[in-house]
């Protein structure tokens, strides 16, 4: 009786397992996927912000150069975001080192450790922060070198005015990640304003695009400083005292073209500012760009560790070269 009702139980169970094989259907070729349309993909992660992050400023770069915007697309606002969060042009090569009249080497950093099996050995390690209270040595030379802002690159108007924060409205700035582009567009007292913001791929330079009809008729611009460096240099090393050794020399000058050699201490970069506008000095370290009966103004600032042999491209191709080189970067394989 047991046997027969095992049998009966297997012929059941096989029966329906059986009728299942019979009903499912073949597996179907898969079909070739479709390719990935990329623009679609990296646009689709846009930045786009209405209001100030006080804490999450934009940036811009190229791997060599960043650049830290605020909501105008420049850095005209500084003191509308933290203070961790500071508005800077930092390059790969610069860096600084304030004096060191006592010579502080890197063996006046180093304390004797205990290391079991190897006796004491020399590392550079503070046992407390009191330490460097005592040793003005590992104060020097934590602190030394580090990296600097190489500018400060905001609006203002011709006359030097200063703009009023009070006066921006309706802002919306998008970050292109296909183009690297920052469009930033507000409204300055019931005026428009629109400002494209790039890095060069190549060079590490800014690249400046404003369209407003206060351009003309207030004569809305830009201006650039060049700052010095702040001793507490953490986390903003910008700073716009006299202090120290430090000096500004032209270098060369043209119609909407100047080149400059700044130094700080013993350290010396190059910059250039070429404009479709005048550019003129307008203080010790600051230069103020302005076009003349136009809506539309271009700036390029360039910075160089040593003083360039080639010449500043056109704005024009420099957009054309931004584009090409990125889309290139994203999808090789194609062309839009």
Known sequence: MRLRTALLAFTLLAG?????????APTAALAPASPIDRYALVTRHNVTLTAIDRHAPIM????DLGFTADIT????FPEQYSELAPLLTMAQWAWHSFPNPHGYTEQDGLIDVPVPG????????MKSWSVAETQPAYTWLRANPHRFSLSRIGLTFADGEALDFAKIANTRQTLDLWSGALTSRFTYDGQSVEIV??????LDMVMIEIASPLVSSQGLGVQVRYPG?????????TTFERDGDQSLNIVASDTGDVHIRRTLDDTTYYSGIT???KIEQSGPDAFRVAAAGRDRLTVMVRFDQHEPVEKTPAYSASVQGNDCTLEQ???PGRRR
């Open 60 to 63: 811009l770069g190229n791997g």
């Open 16 to 24: 329906s397992t059986a009728a299942c094989a019979q009903t499912v």
């Open 329 to 331: 970067f994203l999808d």
């Open 275 to 277: 404009a479709s506008g």
């Open 197 to 202: 913001t790039r890095v060069h791929p190549t």
């Open 73 to 76: 697309g420049l850095q005209t």
């Open 229 to 237: 460096v702040n001793p507490a240099s953490n986390p903003d090393p």
């Open 118 to 125: 190897r006796g004491e050995q020399p590392y550079a390690w």
